[in-house]
């Protein structure tokens, strides 16, 4: 079977958990015996002069990082090389990944002059979908990508109700999460290195959250809880880790502004070795998006055994037992969130029982048997298309 992968981004470096998606599906569906390629973008601003990187990940798996230009304003992006070489491949599945991205408008059109069927996984549903430029793309291209699509995926349930009160039809919806490479999490190095480098102190409490800085990950809530935090609690240094999209600034005035300046570190983007230091010198993980497709953050923090609260968005309320493997707060409620963290941080024995659970919890959210699931569904796309 020949599989084509299709995405607006692939790591490193890693963004976004779409890109995280394709890189373990890819390399699980390699270890299946899938051929599988991979075509992702390369943003700049002078695509027309760039060449096309191809690299080949996992001993067998060809990733093409074509080059692309944003277009301004918008959160779109082009690359019109994309569609040439989609057209010289032979696929048996194209798969592709996101709504409103020009990977998978490019997607649906090699699907139809190559006859492949199309497979969509939507990681999320657009913000402000009734604005009048998401309603023009719906219209032109939107609703057509979602009726060619032999079948569409979606990681959480929350983003299959959204796209169903568009007209997406139940029965071409099917439900797979995203998943998380459990090996990695086995044996995560020892706290103290992050703390010696953050010079933070063996007594204060970490509270780590991780991803872009945008107003949409919400931590301007936690940055509004932490005095009510350090007043129960005592000495606690709240970590936020992750690229910047223009919303940094923003964050560290309002640390000023509640004096709180001094217990927030703004780590920036962490991948790898460092990352898995996070977590394991972290007291606990708070994930307070307003909104999430479906959160990777929480299956790492849970892979990593760290007590978690979440916003009750994505994929929270349908992972977390509330108060059992996890802890739910209210979207966009600083009391509550504060209330909330301040509840783990002061009880050991509740932080402990939650480790546990969530450590078990994880457990079905291996990559390889999420991989599993995919490879069916092309199965089934294949069978049902003879």
């Excluded at 790591?11 to 890189?23: A, D, I, N, Q, T």
């Excluded at 990695?184 to 020892?190: D, G, N, S, V």
């Excluded at 790492?300 to 007590?307: H, N, R, S, T, V």
Aim: proline share 5%; with cysteine; aromatic share 8%.
């Amino acid at each position: 079977m020949k599989v084509v992968q299709v995405i607006p981004e692939f790591p490193p470096p890693l963004v976004g958990g779409g890109g995280y998606h394709v890189y373990n599906l890819a390399r699980e569906l390699a270890r299946r015996g899938v051929d599988v390629k991979v075509f992702a973008l390369n943003i700049g601003n002078t695509f027309f002069l760039k060449r096309t990187k191809v690299e080949t990940h996992f001993s067998k798996v060809q990733v093409f990082r074509v080059p692309a230009s944003r277009i301004p304003k918008f959160n779109y992006q082009i690359a019109p090389k994309l569609i040439s070489l989609l057209l010289k491949e032979n696929p048996d599945i194209i798969h592709a990944h996101g709504y409103q991205v020009f990977t998978t408008d490019a997607a649906l059109m090699a699907s139809k002059i190559k006859k492949a069927p199309l497979v969509l996984t939507l990681h999320g549903f657009p913000r402000g979908f009734e604005k009048p430029a998401n309603k023009a793309y719906f219209n032109l291209i939107g609703k057509e990508t979602l009726k060619k699509a032999k079948k569409i995926i979606s990681v959480s349930h929350m983003v299959a109700r959204e796209f169903k009160a568009i007209g997406v039809p139940e029965e071409k919806m099917a439900i797979i999460p995203n998943g998380i490479d459990l090996e990695e999490y086995k044996q995560l190095p020892m706290g103290d290195v992050f703390r010696k480098r953050l010079d933070i102190e063996e007594n204060e409490k970490i509270v780590l959250t991780i991803g872009r800085l945008e107003k949409i990950k919400g931590f301007q809530y936690l940055i509004r809880a932490l005095p009510s935090i350090i007043k129960k609690v005592g000495s606690t240094k709240l970590v936020i880790a992750g690229p910047d999209f223009n919303y940094g600034a923003k964050l560290k005035k309002l640390a000023e502004e509640t004096n709180v300046q001094d217990n927030v570190i703004f780590y920036g983007s962490i991948n790898g070795k460092e990352k898995f230091e996070a977590f394991s010198a972290a007291n606990i993980v708070a994930v307070p998006s307003l909104y999430e497709g479906f959160g990777m953050l929480l299956l790492e923090a849970m892979a990593a055994g760290k007590p978690l609260v979440a916003t009750n968005t994505g994929a929270a309320p349908e992972i977390i037992q509330n108060g059992k493997n996890g802890i739910l707060a209210n979207l966009g409620n600083v009391e509550d969130l504060a209330g909330k963290v301040i509840k783990l941080l002061s009880d050991d024995q509740l932080m402990y029982l939650i480790s546990q659970e969530s450590r078990k919890t994880v457990e079905a959210f291996n990559w390889e048997k999420i991989s599993e699931h995919i490879h069916k569904l092309y199965i089934d796309c294949l069978s049902s298309a003879k």
